[in-house]
């Protein structure tokens, strides 16, 4: 319920304060005093659209701030779990909209995003206006109106999640069939280079090595010259150094007991002697290494070849080259997981189409027994609208009926995220007249009843707390008037109602009274509002009823009509608590 409603600096709202009442809340007052500005202000604490225009003349700044008291069992508390704002029954909703076009958000004091106050806002308020009146008139809105009345919302929503993961486990299959054609494309190219590097046989560091023996081969004959040469000079020549050092050390030996400088000298060139020897083995070894295949060295070129050209291909080195094979591997083991999730993916897009075929039937079985309640309803309340002999239809269109029998025919080619059913309210408000789309028959006034009796038919299903009626009376008067008026009590019972009209016959029904006017202070208008008294509020009547100038008839006819509503409102207040009290 709305408690309390503060307005600052807002188009020519200077600073408005109402606080609210249980009950039919009547807003009454001239055209132009300000009465769509509140609604406006409204608008902005459900997550309306707000702009810079919206600001008073002079002021930096406009400011909308309202209270809400909720039962602690209402179904917004979840919301409030699931966003991380606080809940304790009171919810205060500010929003704050700067010159710079930016509006700062506050719910319960915590910063909140537009998009949590409109999620909010929907299940705070609702508004009835023109605007919803042209809601009406579109068709697609219809079958939202029926899971309502018939309690299958809960049903739908369910249905759209499983549809939404539906459309995304498609999306997926689709986005692997895209990948697993680009890679079948590119498979062939991957296992024609697997295999020639392969076939190369590659080593690491071969590429090197061969370099190092290639330049051994090109220089085998100078190479061979210095290693005879060498070894000669050292081992096979007469005075080689092993045979002169092996003399030298014969010599010093005698000396090596009698002095120890003598045989540390001797024992270092026996070292020598030793090294010396080892490098003469080292160079016969490579006289007889060398090589005797004349085709060596072309075998060698031809090798290198072949890994330069690898190298220029998938890499700079023979490591680079291995690695890009280890990844073409990798790429083509992909290809095959790739292909068993979308195989594993299709089975279970055939489960969810199986699944979502057999909500969709059932819903859609529910949806047609809930349109022949909700046509007796509507019908049974347009004849207390003064609309009687009016006919109220529900039409499944054809494509329900073409909906395939079984799970096996393509069944989602006719089920969308709602389900199988495309419904439109069909109308007929003359005796012989065929049933016709509401959209193109009813008039202004046809239209805020008929919503008026769809209002009252939802009212116990519904979980808003708070409906607001603006322009609820338009094309429409007297009798009808009168029985629209009822009706807005009727519902008041199961909501707050805040109702603006011109209307005294709907105006006496109120349980609480405000009057909107504009007055000019230090030059500037601004709008107020108060909430009357029983004598004011006999006079605002008397308004209604004769216009500028008002009679001590017509006061006389405002103070009777009130009368007789005030005791028609306690009986209907003691009906509603029975009704509420009743168990279901």
Same mark, same amino acid.
């Given at each position: 319920?709305?408690?309390?409603?503060?307005?600052?600096?807002?188009?020519?709202?200077?600073?408005?304060?109402?606080?609210? $009442?249980?009950?039919?809340?009547?807003?009454?007052?001239?055209?132009?005093?300000?009465?769509?500005? *509140?609604?406006?202000?409204?608008? #902005?604490?459900?997550?309306?659209?707000?702009?810079?225009?919206?600001?008073?003349?002079?002021?930096?700044?406009?400011?909308?701030?309202?209270?809400?008291?909720?039962?602690?069992?209402?179904?917004?508390?979840?919301?409030?779990?699931?966003?991380?704002?606080?809940?304790?029954?009171?919810?205060?909703?500010?929003?704050?909209?700067?010159?710079?076009?930016?509006?700062?958000?506050?719910?319960?004091?915590?910063?909140?995003?537009?998009?949590?106050?409109?999620?909010?806002?929907?299940?705070?308020?609702?508004?009835?206006?023109?605007?919803?009146?042209?809601?009406?008139?579109?068709?697609?809105?219809?079958?939202?109106?029926?899971?309502?009345?018939?309690?299958?919302?809960?049903?739908?929503?369910?249905?759209?999640?499983?549809?939404?993961?539906?459309?995304?486990?498609?999306?997926?299959?689709?986005?692997?069939?895209?990948?697993?054609?680009?890679?079948? !494309?590119?498979?062939?190219?991957?296992?024609?280079?697997?295999?020639?590097?392969?076939?190369?046989?590659?080593?690491?560091?071969?590429?090197?090595?061969?370099?190092?023996?290639?330049?051994?081969?090109?220089?085998?004959?100078?190479?061979?010259?210095?290693?005879?040469?060498?070894?000669?000079?050292?081992?096979?020549?007469?005075?080689?150094?092993?045979?002169?050092?092996?003399?030298?050390? /014969?010599?010093?030996?005698?000396?090596?007991?009698?002095?120890? =400088?003598?045989?540390?000298?001797?024992?270092?060139?026996?070292?020598?002697?030793?090294?010396?020897?080892?490098?003469?083995?080292?160079?016969?070894?490579?006289?007889? /290494?060398?090589?005797?295949?004349?085709?060596?060295?072309?075998?060698?070129?031809? $090798?290198?070849?072949?890994?330069?050209?690898?190298? $220029?291909?998938?890499?700079?080195?023979?490591?680079?080259?291995?690695?890009?094979?280890?990844?073409?591997? =990798?790429?083509?083991?992909?290809?095959?997981?790739?292909?068993?999730?979308?195989?594993?993916?299709?089975?279970?897009?055939?489960?969810?189409?199986?699944?979502?075929?057999?909500?969709?039937?059932?819903?859609?079985?529910?949806?047609?027994?809930?349109?022949?309640?909700?046509?007796?309803?509507?019908?049974?309340?347009?004849?207390? #609208?003064?609309?009687?002999?009016?006919?109220?239809?529900?039409?499944?269109?054809?494509?329900?009926?073409?909906?395939?029998?079984?799970?096996?025919?393509?069944?989602?080619?006719?089920?969308?995220?709602?389900?199988?059913?495309?419904?439109?309210?069909?109308?007929?408000?003359?005796?012989?007249?065929?049933?016709?789309?509401?959209?193109?028959?009813?008039?202004? =006034?046809?239209?805020?009843? *008929?919503?008026?009796?769809?209002?009252?038919?939802?009212? =116990?299903?519904?979980?808003?707390?708070?409906?607001?009626?603006?322009?609820?009376?338009?094309?429409?008067?007297?009798?009808?008037?009168?029985?629209?008026?009822?009706?807005?009590?009727?519902?008041?019972?199961?909501?707050?109602?805040?109702?603006?009209?011109?209307?005294?016959? *709907?105006?006496?029904?109120?349980?609480?009274?405000?009057?909107?006017?504009?007055?000019?202070?230090?030059? /500037?208008?601004?709008?107020?509002?108060?909430?009357?008294?029983? !004598?004011?509020?006999?006079?605002?009547?008397?308004?209604?009823?004769?216009?500028?100038?008002?009679?001590?008839?017509?006061?006389?006819?405002?103070?009777?009509?009130?009368?007789?509503?005030?005791?028609?409102?306690?009986?209907?207040?003691?009906?509603?608590?029975?009704?509420?009290?009743?168990?279901?």
């Amino acid at each position: 319920m709305l408690v309390q409603l503060s307005i600052s600096n807002l188009a020519i709202i200077s600073h408005l304060e109402a606080a609210f $009442r249980p009950g039919l809340n009547i807003l009454s007052g001239e055209t132009g005093a300000g009465k769509s500005i *509140i609604i406006n202000a409204v608008n #902005l604490i459900l997550g309306g659209r707000a702009s810079a225009e919206l600001i008073r003349t002079g002021a930096d700044e406009a400011r909308v701030e309202a209270l809400f008291v909720l039962p602690g069992n209402a179904p917004i508390r979840s919301v409030f779990d699931e966003m991380g704002f606080p809940f304790q029954q009171e919810i205060v909703i500010r929003r704050i909209i700067s010159r710079e076009g930016r509006s700062r958000i506050t719910i319960n004091d915590s910063l909140a995003t537009l998009g949590s106050l409109s999620r909010l806002g929907q299940m705070l308020i609702s508004i009835s206006g023109q605007h919803e009146h042209q809601l009406l008139l579109r068709p697609e809105n219809h079958l939202y109106l029926l899971d309502e009345f018939g309690g299958l919302t809960g049903e739908r929503l369910e249905l759209n999640g499983l549809f939404e993961r539906y459309l995304r486990l498609k999306e997926e299959c689709r986005q692997l069939e895209k990948e697993i054609r680009e890679r079948e !494309e590119r498979s062939e190219l991957s296992r024609f280079q697997m295999e020639e590097i392969d076939r190369a046989e590659l080593k690491p560091r071969e590429d090197i090595l061969l370099e190092e023996e290639r330049k051994r081969l090109r220089n085998s004959d100078l190479l061979a010259g210095i290693v005879k040469e060498a070894y000669h000079v050292l081992y096979e020549m007469d005075g080689a150094a092993v045979s002169n050092v092996g003399a030298c050390l /014969r010599k010093m030996e005698k000396g090596t007991d009698l002095d120890e =400088g003598i045989r540390s000298i001797w024992e270092n060139l026996s070292s020598i002697k030793v090294d010396l020897e080892e490098v003469a083995y080292s160079l016969r070894e490579m006289q007889e /290494r060398q090589p005797d295949d004349p085709y060596r060295l072309e075998m060698v070129d031809e $090798r290198l070849q072949l890994l330069n050209r690898l190298k $220029r291909k998938y890499g700079s080195s023979l490591e680079e080259v291995l690695a890009f094979r280890s990844r073409l591997s =990798g790429t083509i083991g992909d290809l095959d997981q790739k292909k068993e999730s979308l195989s594993v993916a299709f089975h279970s897009v055939e489960g969810m189409e199986k699944e979502i075929f057999g909500r969709a039937v059932e819903l859609s079985e529910k949806r047609k027994k809930a349109a022949k309640s909700l046509e007796k309803a509507a019908m049974d309340e347009l004849g207390l #609208l003064a609309m009687g002999g009016t006919r109220f239809a529900v039409r499944f269109s054809m494509m329900d009926a073409e909906a395939p029998s079984n799970p096996s025919s393509s069944p989602m080619k006719t089920i969308k995220a709602d389900g199988l059913d495309r419904v439109e309210f069909m109308l007929s408000t003359n005796v012989g007249e065929d049933l016709k789309p509401l959209s193109k028959i009813a008039s202004g =006034g046809e239209l805020s009843r *008929i919503m008026l009796a769809l209002k009252t038919i939802l009212a =116990g299903k519904g979980s808003v707390e708070t409906v607001i009626f603006d322009e609820v009376d338009s094309g429409i008067g007297g009798a009808t008037a009168e029985l629209v008026g009822e009706k807005l009590r009727c519902l008041a019972a199961y909501h707050q109602i805040l109702c603006i009209t011109h209307l005294p016959q *709907i105006a006496c029904k109120g349980e609480t009274h405000f009057l909107v006017t504009k007055e000019v202070a230090n030059k /500037r208008t601004a709008t107020v509002i108060a909430r009357l008294t029983p !004598e004011a509020r006999v006079k605002e009547v008397a308004r209604l009823l004769a216009g500028k100038t008002v009679s001590e008839s017509a006061l006389a006819h405002a103070r009777e009509i009130l009368e007789i509503s005030n005791v028609e409102c306690r009986m209907s207040n003691v009906q509603g608590k029975k009704e509420r009290e009743r168990p279901t």
